[in-house]
């Protein structure tokens, strides 16, 4: 994964989005949800431009950033996968799919491959408890899953990968 490039273009935009949340009240989450979609994640760079146009410290920004999930502080893939760990899925064999797609992708839990295609999250109930065991790709849920049936998605969205690379 290359490091985050900061370009003068998207400091502007985050900027000027800022400035459109400073006219309301409750500017802070706003921009963070903003710089998320900017840059692709909220590193200490970027909150320091956050920091500099509320001012507010970087201390309660970061704090903000690296309590909710939402936030990244690094850049993600393209392909983001959640295996929910909650204990209906848990229970149901959740780990061993967890396992399966970070052996597949050759990473651990909240990393993302080289070729930055691919973030692997564990995550928390997805509110689909009755589909046991489930993980998300991209926000899409896929309910009763096996490992076989895991590595068989993975392989398709690989296998569209390189044909959309070609």
């Known amino acids: 994964m290359e490091k985050l490039v900061i370009t003068k273009e998207k400091e502007l935009l985050l900027r000027e ?17 903003d710089a998320q979609e900017i840059f692709g994640c909220i590193p200490l760079e970027v ?8 001012k507010i410290s970087v201390s309660k920004i970061n704090g903000v950033v690296t309590f909710y999930s939402r936030f990244s502080l690094e850049p993600k893939g393209k392909h983001v996968i959640g295996v929910c760990l909650g204990t209906a899925c848990y229970v149901k064999g959740s780990q061993s799919i967890l396992d399966e797609i970070c052996n597949s992708l050759q990473i651990k839990v909240g990393e993302t491959t080289k070729d930055g295609l691919f973030t692997v999250e564990a995550t928390r109930c ?10 998300t790709i991209d926000g899409k849920v896929y309910g009763h899953a096996t490992v076989n049936s895991t590595h068989q998605e993975l392989r398709k969205i690989i296998d569209e990968e390189a044909v959309s690379e070609n």
């Open 126 to 135: 997805v509110g689909a408890c009755g589909l046991a065991p489930v993980y």
């Open 17 to 33: 989005r800022i400035k459109e949340h400073k006219a309301k009240p409750g500017p802070l989450m706003p921009s963070l949800h």
């Open 47 to 54: 909150q320091k431009i956050i920091s500099e146009e509320l």
